[in-house]
């Protein structure tokens, strides 16, 4: 038996034997006791829905002892819960399994996981270095707004202040010779 955790903090167990793989089958196709196969193993991986359809038919009798419905349950399940339940499934599959495909899929499982936070930290060092250079334009660019304001600053300062001072200066000296 596997456990997950969904995006509301509910857990839930994989438990697979041959009824409900055959349950299992009949609602999604896929054959979980084949899930060891490099093939069926990626046509489900690259699937999201149908991995979820899988797990949601894993998961039926409990669902149904919460009194849920599938959408319900399925709408509960996305980003790491998704990743959890997929990797629960699949060691549940290898925990199905005799010792030697067992022993197999434990290890692709292992590798994929170790993919996955590959993965993840290549995205994060993606996004750091875009938020970085992302920084990086925003001061470029209030380099750039400075500039404008100053030369709006010396615009300002020499055309309007200068002229009406000059001329204010002018007609108050005059005023006093008159």
Do not use: H
């Not at 022993?103 to 170790?114: I, N």
């Amino acid at each position: 038996m596997q456990m997950f955790t969904d995006n509301e903090g509910a857990e839930w167990r994989i438990v697979i034997d041959a009824v409900v793989a055959r349950q299992v089958e009949q609602d999604t196709g896929c054959q979980v006791v084949k899930l060891y196969l490099p093939t069926e193993m990626e046509r489900v991986a690259d699937n999201p829905l149908l991995m979820l359809d899988v797990v949601a038919a894993l998961c039926g009798e409990e669902i149904r002892r919460r009194e849920m419905t599938a959408d319900d349950f399925l709408r509960r399940l996305r980003g790491d819960a998704l990743e959890e339940a997929m990797l629960a499934l699949y060691r549940e599959v290898a925990d199905f399994m005799p010792p030697k495909k067992k022993a197999l899929l434990l290890e692709v499982v292992e590798k994929s996981q170790q993919s996955l936070e590959q993965d993840r930290q290549a995205a994060n060092e993606d996004l750091q270095l875009l938020m970085e250079l992302k920084q990086e334009e925003r001061i470029q660019r209030s380099a750039k707004l400075r500039k404008k304001l100053d030369r709006l600053r010396q615009t300002i300062s020499c055309e309007p202040s200068g002229t009406s001072s000059g001329t204010t200066a002018v007609s108050s000296e005059s005023s006093p010779a008159e």
